[in-house]
């Protein structure tokens, strides 16, 4: 946090951010209350990530400018539902973090 008491200026924590998702997401759990940072809670580090790289690695790159074209493609084709599975996955990840008070989580997934 800022002495300010705003959230740090990052791409999910700017302050417009925060106000837009307040007012738009139900449920919505504010920053302040979000644990550091971790992949058992990020939907793009547990599920998200893995797959788009299974698909992406599928062939030979050649080099870095087709290795972004290959994550371009491979984001415009993947399916909005593994998206919203997985995002929708968050709040027991949310609840289980807290029973393991911070710990490890894979023995309660």
């Not at 209350?33 to 580090?45: E, M």
Request: charged share 25%; aromatic share 6%.
């Amino acid at each position: 946090m800022t002495s300010a008491g705003q959230c740090p200026r990052s791409a999910h924590r700017a302050h417009e951010t925060v106000v837009l998702l307040s007012a738009e997401t139900p449920g919505f759990i504010s920053p302040l209350n979000w644990p550091p940072n971790t992949p058992d809670l990020n939907p793009v580090g547990y599920a998200i990530r893995g797959i788009l790289e299974e698909r992406v690695y599928s062939c030979q790159l050649r080099d870095i400018d087709n290795l972004k074209e290959r994550l371009i493609e491979e984001w415009h084709r993947f399916d909005k539902n593994i998206i919203d599975r997985t995002v929708n996955q968050w709040r027991d990840r949310l609840h289980k973090c807290v029973c393991a008070k911070g710990g490890h989580l894979e023995h309660m997934i």
